[in-house]
């Protein structure tokens, strides 16, 4: 079923409503769209992403109310579904609130813009540029943190690791020149 748009009050609610009715303590990250209409690069996105970790008890049957009460979507995803999860990626993954038990974070932009740039969409390249310009990453952090997953990339077969590096190089000289 479709619904929805989310703006970033529609993003609020849904994690007021998550960390009230959890039954427990527990992290959610927020991705994407989520991330980029909180911090204002976007107005609007289709889904609001997130990843449970740990999953707070209960989160999952607030997030069921949540959908229908607010007509929004929402998805489990996370870049290291699509590439290998960077080092320490937890702890640059920027909190934003506390509610109850459940702290809230924005996935680790590296990461994202790193998902980002691997998918490819015209939208993802707009989001990778607004995550630069607005100092969520450094071109060339960006770059040291796809060598330091390569080796992981055998256990992601859709992912071919000479255009994924070829398509970050392209990225990162791209940023570069706006520096």
Same mark, same amino acid.
């Given at each position: 079923m479709h619904r929805g748009s989310s703006d970033a009050a529609k993003? &609020? #609610? +849904?994690? &007021? &409503?998550?960390? #009230? #009715? $959890?039954? *427990?303590? *527990? &992290?959610?990250? +927020?991705? *994407? *769209? $989520?991330? $980029?209409? +909180?911090?204002g690069w976007r107005e609007t996105t289709l889904d609001v992403d997130l990843k449970l970790d740990p999953e707070p008890p209960g989160a999952f049957e607030a997030i069921a109310r949540a959908k229908d009460a607010l007509d929004i979507n929402v998805e489990l995803a996370a870049p290291d579904e699509f590439i290998p999860p960077l080092p320490d990626w937890q702890a640059r993954s920027l909190f934003i609130k506390r509610h109850g038990g459940v702290g809230f974070y924005h996935y680790d932009f590296y990461a994202q813009a790193l998902a980002k740039i691997e998918r490819g969409h015209d939208l993802d390249h707009r989001d990778v540029v607004a995550m630069h310009d607005l100092e969520l990453i450094d071109p060339g952090r960006l770059a040291g943190f796809l060598t330091s997953i390569e080796p992981g990339l055998l256990r992601y077969p859709a992912v071919d690791p000479r255009v994924f590096r070829a398509k970050v190089d392209a990225a990162v000289a791209a940023l570069r020149e706006t520096d």
């Open positions: 993003v &609020r #609610e +849904l994690m &007021r &409503r998550v960390g #009230e #009715e $959890a039954r *427990g303590s *527990g &992290r959610v990250y +927020l991705v *994407g *769209g $989520a991330s $980029a209409v +909180l911090i």
